[in-house]
């Protein structure tokens, strides 16, 4: 018989490789037989993060409101279930609404782990509505107040792609470098940046 540590690991691996039907049938079964609040409430807000991801929009909120009232310390998961709100306003083009949720999280939830991310698809938002100028005045405020997030190098990428198309061919090269240049580069990002620099130098006539 699998214990709970197992489950759980097999859970979490359903949850990162977007199994979120089946992440969310192993989650209420260790949320049931929990037994503890920490792990309860952690279950709990993975399942609430994963009908989000899958659409399922109402059965989200309604879980949501539940577990903010049920737990009550748990401004970082008010915060995690408000960005996915947010992204899943963007996923269906309703950008207005993305935004609304995203805002709420910097004037909100400034603390949290959501923030930078929150502000990163603010300027991803600002970008797919034709305000460049305005989405790398973003980005430039995001790697200035949260300059050790894990989303920084996702805007590294963000400004490259941005310079590029407004031909500042150095900027654009200089931002794809700070990946290509990391030994640590995320290995989903690695190749999308180091495929750029090389069009950015193509198109500049460097090479």
């Known amino acids: 018989m699998p214990t709970a540590s197992t489950t759980r690991e097999v859970a979490n691996l359903l949850f990162d490789n977007g199994a979120y039907a089946d992440a969310i049938k192993q989650y ?5 037989s929990a037994k ?12 609430i993060i994963a ?3 899958r659409d399922e929009f109402a059965a989200a909120e309604k879980d ?6 049920k737990y009550g310390d748990a401004e970082s998961d008010a915060a995690s279930f408000e960005l996915e709100k947010g992204l899943s306003y963007y996923r269906k083009e309703e950008y207005a609404n993305a935004r609304k949720s995203f805002d709420r999280i910097v004037d909100k939830y400034d603390d949290s782990p959501s923030a930078p991310y ?3 698809w603010t300027g991803k938002t600002l970008e797919v509505t034709s305000k460049q100028p305005e989405a790398l005045k973003q980005y430039e405020t995001l790697m200035k107040n949260y300059p050790s997030s894990p989303v ?11 310079y590029y198309g407004l031909e500042k061919w150095d900027e654009s090269i200089r931002n794809y470098k700070l990946i290509v240049d990391n ?7 690695l190749p999308l940046a ?14």
């Open 194 to 207: 180091m495929n750029n620099l090389i069009e950015t130098y193509e198109t500049a006539g460097i090479f």
């Open 28 to 32: 209420t079964s260790l949320s049931q």
């Open 36 to 47: 503890s609040d920490t792990d309860r409430q952690y279950y709990d807000a993975r399942i």
């Open 152 to 162: 920084v190098p996702r805007v590294y990428l963000a400004l490259g792609n941005i």
């Open 51 to 53: 009908r989000y991801r």
């Open 64 to 69: 949501a409101n539940i577990f903010l009232k």
């Open 183 to 189: 030994p640590d580069a995320d290995a989903s990002l």
């Open 118 to 120: 929150a502000m990163y």
